[in-house]
DNA sequence: CTGAAAGCGCTTACAG
DNA sequence: CTGAAAGCGCTTACAG
């Protein structure tokens, strides 16, 4: 890129320097008002742009942050969550001079322990890891010396700094909700080792039950997925409870479907609740009561953090909750 | 970060000139072999990362692509498509050693021509445009001095490269289909002036009417969605046709229900089919006949042409259709 | 207010 | 095979 224009071709058609062009242009003490209008002026004309890369040569600093999301949660159809939650983030950090670099982690790499290309080639200042990664990479990812912050997801063993959502308080207080509703049989339909959220939303259902009184039924925690994370077939129980709390607002779609099929009708015969408010939440008839989560807000904490972190390498944040909020619609039956 | 580690640092343990690093961890032509190993076994001890920022400072080039969506096509719930293909492009991106950077368009900044920061601040090397743009703006990109591809549309008076699905064709041959399963009245649902590829649909469908010998009847021309793309309700033609034509699936979706509580049963009374084979072909009940969009085929083609372009700035590659394929599923009847 | 010098970490082209 | 020199386009720190 030859004929880029350059601060120093400016510098030179005004017989100044390229250090006071430079002040002029970043707006910079030591540079007579006059002389920078000027300079301002004909960069303007000449069609000059700023070369962000030389700044970043300079500082050491790219100003761009690498988000990772593996592979398995931006496969096909349920990618959107997470890529949402990426386009926020990059919107964000556009707001404040950073920009964004998705990385998606493949499975093999993510075996291999190999880190991203974006980490070898210096590409990015920091990571936002969004979605849950295995217990081996996220020692790998800890190993590693940028700011780095955990998105939806924490590791008990990590003190990486994480944003989840509250869901272990959310579903506490969905379960309390079907309760509140003459609902006494409920169970439970999630994957407990799959991730740290369907976990949290479990212990949450689980904590309801007990401030209720009722006792933990292995029956009614319905497996929905296998290690992979594949959606597997839903298996009702042989006793059919009142309520399901599911871990996911696609599962509990799924389970809708189920239900019907198999002669039940929601709400009448049977509730569910799901948990996203996505898509599936109102696609599904009736449409679902959820916990909505603040996308948004996530985003904007992640940004902040690793920005922060970014001007103090010590500076951590912990495990940070953010509060869901419920979602009522028509498929909570008062009993 | 003062504390990384430099070829630099690696040339002066080893008692040799950076120089010789360099070819060495390149894999150039002009160390000796025994060397370069030592070389490499050292670069590893010590944990060293290649800049990346280096070379691109002194190439002139950032190997990152921008991949700009428009605000309104990312928006919220219909956001998975672009995005989708962005992750694809990206993936196929890394494999070419470069890196995708998402920008989000802002109304805003496309009302008032604003070009993206990562183009006025060189952080981008070819931009791939994602979603239809404003004349006004396609005009202000068409300006700009690097390599650029539209992505899922074109501009008839510009003569920037393009990669679109073969829409009119596609309808075209659904439209065909649709005769061939005895249905002669037949609708198509969309804004005609909203986007090329649904003016094209359009044109497909009506490319097989003229075939079939049917006259074009405005009523049976309806709109779906107001001038900034935010759908609008459907308003059923007075006598029903036996078929509509949908733009895309989510209308389709959209329209099904609107029949429903009508009263009339799809495929029953009247059949319908949409396009893109997206997730609302999947959950309309009945599952939608349609058109699968290569998503795959068009993030290759739109890397492949921006990278050729990075290499012979006068390489020009037109107006490229990529199939579309039929998914045949149970919302038509026939008749 | 203005600018000469040095440096960020590489690579290219050339000389030995 | 090996390396000294120059340069990519900025900015920082310092001197005038």
Redesign the interface.
């Known amino acids: 890129?030859?004929n880029?224009v350059t601060m120093r071709d400016i510098a030179d058609k005004l017989g100044v320097s390229s250090v006071t062009v430079s002040k002029a242009l970043n707006d910079k003490e030591g540079v007579g008002e006059e002389l920078k209008l000027k300079i301002k002026a004909l960069a303007e004309q000449m069609g000059y742009?700023?070369?962000?890369?030389?700044k970043?040569?300079k500082e050491?600093?790219?100003y761009?942050i690498g988000v990772i999301i593996p592979e398995r949660f931006?496969g096909t159809?349920q990618?959107?969550f997470y890529?949402?939650v990426?386009?926020s983030i990059?919107?964000i950090l556009?707001n404040k001079g950073y920009?964004?670099?998705?990385?998606?982690l493949s499975h093999s790499d993510e075996k291999q322990l190999n880190l991203p290309?974006?980490?070898?080639?210096?590409?990015v200042d920091g990571f936002i890891i969004l979605g849950q990664i295995s217990k081996a990479y996220i020692q790998k990812i800890q190993e590693i010396d940028i700011p780095k912050v955990f998105l939806d997801f924490y590791d008990e063993h990590a003190d990486i700094d994480s944003i989840t959502t509250d869901n272990f308080y959310a579903a506490y207080e969905l379960t309390n909700y079907l309760f509140r509703n003459g609902h006494q049989e409920i169970a439970y339909v999630g994957n407990l080792y799959s991730t740290s959220s369907i976990q949290d939303r479990f212990l949450g259902y689980y904590k309801s039950l007990l401030e209720h009184g009722r006792l933990l039924k292995q029956e009614f925690i319905i497996n929905d997925r296998d290690e992979e994370g594949t959606y597997i077939d839903i298996k009702l129980p042989e006793t059919l409870p009142t309520a399901f709390v599911c871990n996911c607002d696609q599962v509990a779609h799924n389970l809708v479907q189920k239900l019907n099929k198999a002669g039940y009708k929601v709400p009448e015969d049977c509730s569910v609740v799901g948990f996203d408010n996505d898509?599936y939440a109102t696609?599904t008839d009736p449409a679902l009561t959820t916990v909505e989560v603040d996308i948004e807000q996530m985003a904007t904490n992640s940004v902040n953090f690793i920005l922060e972190k970014l001007k103090d390498k010590n500076k951590t944040f912990g495990r940070v909750l953010v509060k869901g909020k419920i979602i009522y619609r028509n498929s909570v039956q008062k009993l």
Chains 1, 2 share one sequence.
């Open positions: 890129m030859k880029n742009r700023y070369n962000a890369m030389a970043s040569m050491g600093l790219s761009n931006a159809e990618s959107s890529l949402n990426y386009k990059t919107k556009e920009y964004g670099i998705l990385n998606i290309r974006i980490y070898n080639e210096n590409k898509l696609i």
